[in-house]
């Protein structure tokens, strides 16, 4: 303990391990995401600012998309967040293997997330010129997609580091860095999912 | 110096928003004036109190504190704020419409760099110039066709802008007789600043007989130059862009042209529609206008006497 | 550069020898120098343009520019003071001094930081490389569609301008993120956050802001460039899309990126004020947590810049009172700064000159501003010099003498040397007067009903003499800028030495030498009270605990901090941060190149510049950089 004009405080450093609160990175991730949310939330934006200015959304002459190769791919992904969930979960106090093989399912069935999407999208043969619905669609599942896809290229890359290495405090705070990605990035798929399927009718 | 005068003439002396004209400028001016006095009066204390902390500084005994932030900077402000609150909703609802019936319709629609005007649901077409009965509500259908523009008469109403798929609507009425600028508020362009445009308002019979003279096709030419003008007109590229009714079928690429010869302007409220300068607008608005829509146009000395003498006769 | 001296701390803080060991240069104040230096370089650039722009309306029907040059210039003009001036200077103060500020060693995220500069250095060059095209932007720095889409821009010159602007935004919201958590995890043991510089808590709202106001604008660019290069129609009625949409994301953006200008101006009233009225500020509490309510409310009131486009009245009503309401934390902090001077015993040297110029040309800029926040008056000012004067009115009186006024204040800090009393205060006079010169005209004329964006003007309807005495103002206002300037250089040899604290000041930046050694602080300090150096000594070793001694005298080679508790500033852990890194400027260059690719519809440079992209991330993200 420590004496100063504004009263005792302790400025020895807690024993390592035992630390409240989050590490640096975390806020770094945390902060980061938060930009990105705000890039997602204008298309969002621009998506329901169109729709309701719209005659007919989507256009005359165009279906809604259907539901269910969506709903099967959403079902995917959540699965994928549960592995993700595990994988942080390793990240904090679990170990090496634990951690390796919850980041491989998570890639996985995010890979299989990601070819059922764009089997699904190309099936609606969009054309993003002739009519801002369409262009509008694309733009905002992509973002969604891609964000995924990066997610997917995150955890690839914590598998090669972890190979054959002992897990140590940065790769520990990596992981869990992209367990925050995976969370995020599949926010904003059920974004997209909420407005472009489940909301389809609602312009009408 | 270029010779001014007539133009000046042809469109009105000065375009202040504070030499109202018309009911709404007339409320919008008001209420500038009352926030002046109160912007005045709050920067009068404030560069006091600032004089005074920094002459007589720290020789006080009077030691301003929490309290005195909180009264000068939330309790007096928030008074001030809810008295323009009142005075902005006020004024606001003042200048939108009463409960007549608009007198008449005018459409207008926004070009780079000019305007398109229209009466009687198109029966009427006009460029640039803006007729209307003094005393009565006029209501100004705003569009714009290529990219956003902004239609303002300061001495009669604020601005309003004109927008690719929208149509906004601006009730105008002018409370006396006279010639009043138009000003395009919004960059447009490479011409936004030569954008304006002429308002005339006049007594109702005036007004009506102006109207009627427009509603008319055009005049026969009266004699052979003009005659010969118009097969000018007819037999060079003038035609692609512009109409003259009579004598072409629609075309609003280009200003309609039938009654030319009756407006004060061309090229936007740019110059005083005379002889010399319809000539040299023809031959080449370029050097003018740089980046205006209209190509030069080659004609011979004798093609361009009979083309001025024939557009000159479109009264 | 680097001669080995022994010390451990010195060797492993000092910067690599060579061409290399510069451009690898992480710590925070070189990055914080570059980006000062590179801003201010803008702002003189930005200021040059204005003259030719002045010089024009200086008489009516002038043919001195063509109107094509014009447009180009004001462009250009707003897009460099917004873009590549005002915010990049706010976040350079933020990024130099913060640190030092809160007793820090670097940024928490030292290569991230060179990677923001490497980021608006790159984006500004690649706005100023449509000079050498030929293909200046010339839609305004708000480039409406449809006049800046495919149709009616179809040159690169939007090109440029979207991609530029796009590349300068990720900058800014780079060294947002990293300026936000800096301030949560860096501060000084007992800091706690009610007790940190309100300089410190001016720039944790920027930069929240910037995170949430940064980032739909660059979404609002990708649209827009999508419009023009894939041919989609987001802005185009003509398939459904909306030229408003751009509006409103644009001013979603555009209101609180005043505020994000204006905030850390602000905080540097905030920082010197107490310093040259040798007393405390008045009402702490209040002033930050106005920073922090003009910081919300600033995204309540887009609206405003939009009351001609034909929302309803009842709309646009609530936004006036949004915008009315911002007013109330202003002067809270304008009071509480007349307060701190009155009670005070101000010392009228070149920083408070330029803090006294702030008060009294701020306010005014304020209440022109509560004017036209008024919608029926909006209709007739909205567009017209009356506005034009208005926000001059906010932005320089709001920012450039602040920033005058912390380069004053800073710059000995920065370089050991002062600067000359007399000739800033000459500057200051020139600048002050030939300001007002300026746009106290302004206003007049713009009631007089000129619009904004004329390249000329008629003759003879009232509008000439305003215009001419602007013109005069405006250079004597550059009068002013160069004899700044000229001051500046001259310190750079002649300058008296500054020593470490030659103001007297109260927060810890003046604790260490001028300029600061690499590390900053050889001992980490200590700050209780929100006036460190007034009330205790912070660098005092003794009886503290162990890490401190080992972070004084190192036992490794690394560069090491210590990070603390997001409220109360315990101690958390011992930090190791990168020492030197190429890969920031090899991550801009291929970003740059992948943009280029964008801009010349050129799918392979796009893909070689994606692919470098690639490969600087996982390198980036594989190496540690943290051993010498």
């Known amino acids: 303990m420590t004496a100063g004009p504004a009263g005792e405080f302790d400025l020895d450093l807690p024993p390592p391990g035992r630390i409240a609160g989050r590490a640096t990175g975390w806020w770094g991730m945390v902060t980061g995401l938060v930009a990105l949310a705000s890039m997602h939330s204008t298309l969002l934006f621009a998506h329901v600012y169109l729709a309701a200015r719209a005659q007919a959304w989507p256009p005359a ?36 293997r634990r951690l390796q093989a919850a980041t491989a399912v998570t890639a996985l069935l995010g890979a299989v997330f990601v070819t059922l999407a764009v089997g699904d999208l190309r099936g609606l043969e969009l054309e993003m010129r002739a009519h801002v619905y369409d262009a509008t669609f694309v733009v905002f599942w992509a973002f969604a997609v891609f964000m995924i896809a990066i997610g997917i290229a995150g955890l690839v890359f914590i598998q090669f580091q972890l190979w054959g290495a002992r897990l140590d405090q940065r790769q520990r705070l990596l992981a869990v860095n992209a367990a925050l990605w995976w969370y995020f990035a599949i926010g904003c798929w059920l974004a997209v999912y909420g407005t472009l399927y489940l909301g389809a009718g609602v312009w009408r | 110096m270029r010779a001014w005068g007539p133009l000046v003439a042809a469109v009105g002396e000065n375009p202040s928003a504070l030499r109202a004209r018309g009911p709404a400028a007339a409320e919008i001016a008001a209420l500038w004036w009352l926030m002046l006095g109160l912007a005045a009066a709050v920067y009068a204390v404030t560069i006091v109190l600032l004089a005074v902390a920094s002459r007589r500084a720290g020789r006080y005994t009077l030691r301003p504190g929490h309290g005195f932030v909180v009264v000068c900077g939330v309790a007096v402000p928030a008074v001030i704020l809810v008295v323009l609150m009142v005075l902005t909703i006020r004024t606001g609802v003042a200048t939108l419409a009463t409960d007549d019936e608009p007198a008449l319709t005018v459409q207008v629609e926004g070009r780079q760099f000019w305007w398109d005007v229209r009466y009687d649901d198109g029966a009427v077409v006009t460029a640039n110039e803006l007729h209307l009965p003094v005393g009565e509500q ?68 005036q007004f009506d007989a102006w109207l009627e003279g427009q509603r008319a096709e055009a005049a026969e030419p009266a004699g052979d130059l003009a005659a010969e003008g118009r097969e000018v007109f007819l037999g060079t590229s003038c035609v692609a862009c512009h109409a003259i009714r009579g004598e072409t079928g629609p075309n609003a690429i280009g200003p309609d042209l039938t009654h030319l010869a009756s407006r004060r302007t061309i090229a936007a409220g740019m110059l005083a529609n005379n002889r ?21 146009t080659n004609l011979e000395g004798p093609q361009l006497q009979a083309l001025l003498a024939y557009l000159e006769s479109l009264e | 550069m680097t ?57 009516p029907e002038s043919t001195f520019l063509d109107p094509e040059t014009y447009n180009q210039l004001f462009t250009m003009h707003g897009t460099t003071m917004m873009f590549l001036f005002a915010v990049p200077i706010g976040e350079a103060f933020g990024i130099y001094f913060v640190p030092l500020m809160l007793g820090a060693r670097d940024m928490p995220f030292p290569r991230l930081n060179a990677f923001g500069y490497w980021a608006y250095l790159f984006g500004g060059i690649f706005l100023y490389s449509s000079f050498l095209a030929g293909s200046v932007p010339d839609s305004g720095w708000y480039a409406y569609p449809p006049l800046s889409g495919p149709e009616y821009s179809p040159r690169s010159n939007l090109d440029f301008w979207l991609l530029g602007v796009t590349f300068v935004e990720v900058s800014g919201v780079i060294a ?159 009071f509480a700064f007349i307060a701190t001077l009155w009670r005070g015993r101000p010392v009228f ?154 103001w007297g000041g109260n927060t810890l930046e003046w604790a260490t ?111 540690r950089q943290d051993e010498p």
């Open chain 1, 61 to 96: 002459g165009t279906d809604a998309p259907g539901l269910v190769p969506a709903s099967i791919a959403t079902a995917v992904l959540m699965l994928s967040g549960v592995a993700g969930a595990v994988a942080h979960s390793a990240a904090g106090t679990g170990g090496t």
């Open chain 2, 138 to 205: 006029v209501e100004v259908e705003l569009t714009s066709d290529d990219v956003v523009h902004s239609f303002w008469v300061p001495q009669l109403h604020g601005k309003l802008d004109m927008i690719p798929g929208r149509v906004n609507r601006l009730l105008l009425q002018a409370d006396e007789p006279g010639v009043y600028r138009g000003i395009c508020g919004e960059f447009c362009g490479i011409q936004h600043a030569r954008m304006h445009f002429v308002v005339v308002a006049e007594p109702r019979e």
């Open chain 2, 276 to 296: 010399g300068n319809l000539a040299g607008w023809i031959l080449d608005p370029q050097s003018q206008k740089q980046g205006a829509r209209m190509p030069p």
């Open chain 3, 3 to 59: 001669t080995v001296t022994g010390d451990r701390l010195e060797d492993v803080w000092a910067t690599r020898p060579g061409l290399v060991g510069w451009l690898g240069a992480v710590n925070h104040k070189q990055v914080g120098q570059r980006f000062i230096a590179t801003a201010f370089v803008f702002f003189l650039v930005g200021g040059v343009q204005s003259l030719f722009m002045r010089y024009q309306l200086g008489s």
């Open chain 3, 176 to 334: 947002a993120f990293e300026i936000v958590v800096l301030i949560l995890r860096f501060r000084a043991p007992g800091m706690a956050i009610s007790r940190m510089p309100l300089f410190v808590w001016s720039l944790l709202v920027t930069a929240t802001m910037i995170l949430v106001a940064f980032p739909p604008l660059i979404m609002g660019t990708v649209l827009l460039e999508l419009d023009r290069k894939v041919g989609t129609g987001f802005y185009d009625p003509a398939v459904g899309g909306d030229p408003m949409l751009w509006q409103h994301i644009f001013w979603w953006f555009g209101h609180p990126e005043v505020y994000i200008i204006l905030l850390p101006a602000i905080g540097i009233v905030s920082a010197i004020l107490p310093v040259f009225t040798r007393t405390r500020i008045v009402g702490y509490t209040f002033i930050a947590a106005a920073t922090v309510a003009i910081g919300i409310l600033s995204f309540g009131v887009w609206v405003h810049h939009m009351f001609t486009t034909g929302i309803n009245l009842l709309g646009l009503t609530f936004f006036t009172a949004g915008s009315l309401l911002i007013t109330i934390p202003g002067g809270v902090q304008i």
């Open chain 3, 349 to 502: 040297k070149p920083p408070l000159l330029h803090v006294i110029g702030f008060l009294v040309v701020f306010v005014f800029g304020g209440l022109s501003g509560v004017m036209v926040a008024s919608v029926p008056f909006d209709w007739q000012a909205h567009d017209t010099y009356f506005v034009v004067a208005h926000f001059h009115y906010v932005l320089i009186g709001g920012v450039l003498f602040p920033v005058l006024a912390g380069l004053t204040y800073w710059l000995p800090k920065m370089t050991g040397r002062l600067l000359d009393d007399r000739l800033g205060t000459v500057a200051f006079w020139l600048l002050f007067a030939g300001f007002n010169l300026t746009f106290l005209p302004q206003h007049v004329v713009g009631l007089l009903g000129m619009p904004r964006r004329v390249y000329t003007y008629p003759s003879g309807i009232g509008w000439d003499v305003y215009n001419l005495l602007s013109t005069v103002g405006a250079f004597v206002v550059a009068a002013g800028m160069a004899v700044f300037v000229a001051d500046v250089v001259r310190s750079r040899w002649r300058g008296a030495p500054a020593g470490d604290d030659p």
């Open chain 3, 513 to 623: 030498t001028s300029p600061p050694e690499p590390f900053n602080f050889r001992v980490i300090p200590i700050a209780t009270t929100r006036d460190p150096l007034w009330d205790e000594r912070p660098l005092d070793l003794a009886g503290g605990p162990a890490w401190r001694r080992e972070l004084a005298h190192p036992v490794v080679s690394r560069r090491e901090m210590v990070s603390t508790s997001v409220l109360d500033a315990a101690p958390h852990e011992v930090l190791t941060l990168p020492i030197h890194s190429l890969w920031p400027l090899g991550l801009a260059a291929a970003l740059g190149v992948f943009l280029i690719g964008v801009m010349v519809d050129r799918t392979s440079i796009g893909l070689v510049g994606l692919a470098g992209l690639a490969v600087c991330v996982i390198g980036w993200l594989w190496s």
